[in-house]
Structure formats: structure tokens, C-alpha cells
């Protein structure tokens, strides 16, 4: 275990990783770093790459070049050792639904390797950390969309992994599951358990994610903390122009001959950074800048 | 403590030997039967009713029909004869259709591989397991025939005791089968094909119903090559006397059918999961 004591800090290591499918490229030469004890965040629109870079992880993706290393374990060799050390979240449901609450953990209690006297304690602990003890004895048939998302998530964490990848964990949920689902996130990190998170809710990364990397066709084009690549990229503050296409155009046009930054917001023009100009501004409505800028002003505006 | 334990164990045997850590792990093994066996006692109930009454419905209408016309076929009462049959015909039906269908459910729809490749199980110990368990659900099922004949009148024989044996031997080649055959196909519709060019043929012409030696020459060497015909004449000797070396190159023809069938189908389903 020469690498685990050469890269101590870092939970997840890429570097230079590629996967080709045939003519399709869908990862090209990513390096992605997770420190231990942190939540990265992996941001990109559909068909970035982030699912396939997921699966690279747990080697159901097998990469055609580059180094992967997952808590000091190359893959894809020693893939099986890294997995009993890390707890998957799937983007799609894939819960036993004709089983209890109870009995899709206790499955993969055994599936993890716990030893008979370590499974009853650690169901329940993962009953209590998705707070589904009074519903232990629910098939997951009755549960409702929440519920089986948090059982997802305890049934990753059944065996206590020192790594947990969370593949768009709040897809498709109401904004109270997902704030719910956020917090338990939120505390896992706090417990030191390290994360990967891929999603495409930006709202999500920025409130979560220690560092975010920005992915677009396949590489990753930024990396660093939420506020930081704000920063870097977008400013303090935008201004949100409205009015009518045509007039829209118009501003566009000479913000950029000014020197500015731009975004489509769908119904407004975004002219960002602009704490730093000195010239007159149009009429609009002040806001800090986000990193949803950032991703658009990445990843472009046009939908792939 | 025992976490830690468990930590270096795995951590040593991938140290040692990078290319084969921990190939068939008895856990991993242990832990996609776990699975297997509690998901079961969701749907026991329809699945025993299935795998008992259709072979009996065969038995009843062939053993009692036929056996009207009939009355001994290669020197056993026709109802004996189509009863020890049968038990073949219980471990084709309990052991192809559910890895067949279950294979690709679990792989298409309830994408439940992907939840079991996340931990530290590999695609061979997935088919092992589940090939297993379905060959242990062929060998309580396939003697269902058996008893219901010997309720008819088959005189029952110590040496029947071997038949689950064989019923499980041939149950996991036919698991192992299904198996590949969901992993090579890429819609559950083209089972169909598979259904009518195989296991419908397979089923007919393994001497369950008639005996092979009253077909043309060129039907009996491809009996020959048909792994359930080996099942058939394993359980009735089994019932009715054995028959010496022919008995021995019978159980060598099962058990080089369930080993092919084995790694076709790990190959099969690992080119089906790992990209």
C-alpha cells in the first residue's frame, strides 16, 4: 500500500482519464482530486460525463486510459477492496421493492461483509441516520418518494464506508425532501465521512460541496470552491437586464464591447462583474453572482 | 474492531495478488444468496404452485392418456415411466424460465446488479450465487414429479435419494443457461426465439415422454448431445436400476454441461455490466 501512505489526504485520485465507447468519447483526460474528509462536488450539464466517472469509481466502467485511485486502492485491480471501504448511492432507485425497509439493509449488510454480531447494530444505525426506524417493517412499495431515497442513502452507508458517492442524490424530489436529504448530507461531512457528489443542481453543489468541478464534453474545465470560481469567473455582482429579444441582443452587444461577461438567463441578460465597471449601466435588477453564472458561462448556453 | 480486522484482510489479499483478489469469495457468495433467499420468501408461494402443479398436469394428462393407449413403454407401466420422466421436465421449467426472466428484470428493470456491483461482489460470484440458488429451488421441485408418481403407485427405491442430486446438477447448467442467454440477448422479446428453437425441442426430445430409441438414427446421437436427456435417464435409473458405466458417462455429460454453461454464462453477463 505504497500509494495509500505516498497520498494519505486524497480519498479519489484521477488522473488523465479517458473512456471511449467505440467513436464516442465520454471522459477525456479528467484529473479529479477528493481530499479525505471532504465533499466535492461533480457539476455538469446531461452527458458531461459525470455518470460515467461514477461508474469508473465502483469499476462497472472500466476506463480505456489514466490512473484511478480510490482510497489508496488502484483501480480497476484492486477495485473489490476499495468497494467494501465505500458506500454507493445510485441515481436510480434500485431498492428490493418487495422487501422491508429492514430487509433491503440487512441484504446488504451481508453484501458488505458484516459479521453476524455487527448487522443488527449497524441496521440500526442506518435506520436512525435516514430516520426510518418507525418504518422498518414498510416494504418499499408503500414508502413514499423520499423515503426510499433516505433508505438509498442508509443502505450505502449500512457498512459505516470511509468514502460515499452520491450520483445526483436529489433528482426529481420536492424542494422539502431535498432540503431533508441535504441535511443529512450535510452531517455525514461534518462526521468526516468524504464525498462525491454529482449533480446537476447547482444550488445543490454550492451548498454542499467543499470544492465543485465544473465537467463539460468530458473534461473537467473548472475546480475549486464554490465561492472561489464565483469569483474567478462571475464577479461580486450582476445585473439582470430584462426587455424584449431584440433589446436583449442589443445590450449583449455592448456589454461585451465594454469588456463585460455575459449569460442568457432565458428571460434576461446577465452582465456580470460588474463592481468593476465604470461606464453607464442599463436599467435592471442588481444580485450577487452564483455559481450557476459560472456553469453557464462554462459549460454554454446551448442545450447539447 | 472486527471492522478494522476485516479492513486489512481484504487489504492484504489485494496486496499479495493484484490480478485475483478474492475470486468466488465465499462472502460475496454468501451475501447475493442472502438476497436471493429473502426476496423468495416475497413470492414463494406462487412460484412453488407453479413449478408443482405444471409438471403434475403433464404427468397426469401424458400418464394417464397416453397410458390409456399404452400400457408399458421399454418395459416400465407408462405412468412410471412418464412420472420419473417428468422430474426432468419440473427442473427445465424451474430452473431456465426464473434465471431467463430474473436475469433480465434484475438487469433491465430493477437494475439490481448495480446496486450489488457497488459493493465488493464481482459478476462471477453474482451468476455462481444466483445459479446456485436456483439449482437448489430445481432440486426440491424436480422430485415433486417423483412423489406424485410414486402417490399413483411407483414403487419408491433408497436409490431415488441421488435424484435431487441430479436434479440440482442439471437445474444449475440450466440456471447457468438462462443466465446467458438474458446476458447475450438484447430484448426480452427475442426469448421467444430462444423458447421455440431450444428449450421447446430440448423439453419433447430427452425420452420424457417416449423413448429415444423409437426415433431415426440421426435423433438419437443428437439426443445424445441433449443435457436433459441425461437427467431423464439418470432419474430412472435411479427409480428402476442402475446401469453401470452408461450411468457414469450420464452424470460426466451433466456436469461438463453445468460447468460450460457456468463460465459462458459469467461471460456472458460480465460483457452485459462491465463496460
Redesign the interface.
Known amino acids: 500500500?505504497t500509494s495509500l501512505s505516498a497520498m494519505p489526504e486524497l480519498a479519489i485520485r484521477l488522473r488523465g482519464v479517458a473512456k471511449r465507447?467505440g467513436e464516442i468519447v465520454a471522459v477525456d483526460g479528467l484529473d479529479l482530486d477528493v481530499p479525505e474528509g471532504t465533499c466535492v462536488g461533480l457539476l455538469g450539464p446531461n452527458g458531461a460525463g459525470k455518470s460515467t466517472t461514477m461508474k469508473m469509481l465502483?469499476?462497472?466502467?472500466?476506463a480505456s486510459s489514466g490512473e484511478i485511485e480510490v482510497l489508496g486502492?488502484?483501480l480497476p485491480?484492486?477495485?473489490?477492496?476499495a468497494?467494501?471501504?465505500m458506500?454507493?448511492v445510485?441515481q436510480?432507485d434500485?431498492?428490493?421493492?418487495?422487501?422491508t425497509v429492514e430487509?433491503n439493509l440487512?441484504?446488504?449488510a451481508?453484501?458488505?461483509?458484516l459479521?453476524r454480531?455487527?448487522r443488527g447494530p449497524a441496521i440500526e444505525r442506518a435506520l436512525k441516520i435516514a430516520n426510518l426506524t418507525d418504518r422498518r417493517k414498510s416494504k418499499v412499495d408503500e414508502l413514499s418518494g423520499g423515503m426510499r431515497r433516505r433508505l438509498l442513502i442508509a443502505?450505502?452507508l449500512v457498512h459505516?464506508p470511509r468514502l460515499l458517492l452520491l450520483d445526483e442524490p436529489t433528482v426529481g424530489l420536492d424542494p422539502q425532501v431535498r432540503q431533508e436529504l441535504w441535511a443529512l448530507i450535510d452531517a455525514l461531512r461534518s462526521e468526516g465521512t468524504s464525498i462525491l457528489m454529482s449533480t446537476h443542481y447547482i444550488e445543490e453543489a454550492q451548498r454542499l460541496a467543499d470544492s465543485v468541478t465544473i465537467m463539460s464534453h468530458g473534461k473537467a474545465v473548472a475546480m475549486g470552491p464554490p465561492a472561489a470560481l464565483v469569483m474567478q469567473h462571475a464577479g461580486h455582482e450582476v445585473l439582470e437586464v430584462y426587455g424584449a429579444p431584440a433589446r436583449l441582443a442589443e445590450i449583449e452587444r455592448e456589454a461585451v464591447v465594454s469588456g463585460m461577461r455575459t449569460r442568457r438567463t432565458g428571460t434576461s441578460v446577465a452582465l456580470m462583474g460588474i463592481e468593476g465597471h465604470n461606464g453607464d449601466l442599463p436599467d435592471g435588477v442588481r444580485r450577487a453572482a452564483n455559481l450557476e453564472d459560472v456553469f453557464v458561462l462554462l459549460t454554454g448556453e446551448e442545450v447539447a | 474492531m472486527s471492522n478494522v480486522g476485516r479492513r486489512s484482510e481484504l487489504a492484504r489479499t489485494g496486496g499479495r495478488n493484484r490480478s485475483r483478489v478474492g475470486r468466488l469469495d465465499r462472502p460475496a457468495i454468501a451475501g447475493v444468496l442472502v438476497r436471493e433467499m429473502t426476496n423468495f420468501s416475497s413470492y414463494w408461494r406462487s412460484t412453488t404452485f407453479a413449478s408443482t402443479i405444471d409438471p403434475t398436469i403433464y404427468l397426469l394428462a401424458f400418464g394417464f392418456g397416453f397410458g390409456s393407449l399404452v400400457s408399458k413403454v421399454a418395459g416400465y407401466d407408462y405412468v412410471d415411466f412418464v412420472g420419473t420422466g417428468t422430474v426432468a421436465t419440473a427442473v427445465l421449467f424451474s430452473s431456465v424460465f426464473p434465471s431467463m426472466f430474473g436475469t433480465f428484470v434484475k438487469y433491465s428493470f430493477q437494475h439490481t446488479y448495480d446496486a450489488i456491483l457497488a459493493a465488493p461482489v464481482d459478476t462471477e460470484e453474482i451468476v455462481t450465487a444466483e445459479a446456485l440458488w436456483i439449482a437448489m429451488r430445481a432440486g426440491t421441485y424436480g422430485c415433486v414429479p417423483m412423489l406424485v408418481a410414486i402417490a399413483f403407485g411407483l414403487d419408491p427405491r433408497i436409490d431415488m435419494l441421488v435424484v435431487p442430486l441430479i436434479a440440482f446438477v442439471s437445474g444449475f447448467g440450466w440456471a447457468a443457461f438462462g443466465i446467458m442467454v438474458a446476458g447475450l440477448l438484447k430484448s426480452i422479446d427475442n426469448f421467444n426465439y430462444v423458447t421455440s428453437t431450444v428449450i421447446t425441442p430440448t423439453f419433447l426430445v430427452a425420452g420424457t415422454f417416449f423413448p429415444l430409441s423409437g426415433l431415426p438414427q440421426w435423433a438419437q446421437v443428437l439426443g445424445n448431445f441433449n443435457p436433459l436427456h441425461h437427467t431423464v435417464e439418470l432419474v430412472r435409473h435411479a427409480a428402476f436400476g442402475w446401469e453401470g458405466w452408461a450411468d457414469l458417462a450420464h452424470v460426466g455429460a451433466l456436469v461438463l454441461f453445468a460447468l460450460i454453461m457456468w463460465r459462458f454464462a459469467i461471460r456472458a453477463l460480465t460483457r452485459k455490466l462491465i463496460t
Not at chain 1, 485491480?77 to 477492496?81: A, L, P, Y
Open positions: 500500500m465507447f465502483t469499476a462497472q466502467v472500466i486502492y488502484t485491480e484492486q477495485s473489490k477492496v468497494r467494501a471501504e458506500g454507493v445510485p436510480l434500485n431498492l428490493d421493492t418487495t422487501l430487509q440487512r441484504v446488504f451481508h453484501l458488505y461483509r459479521g454480531a455487527e443502505r450505502g459505516q
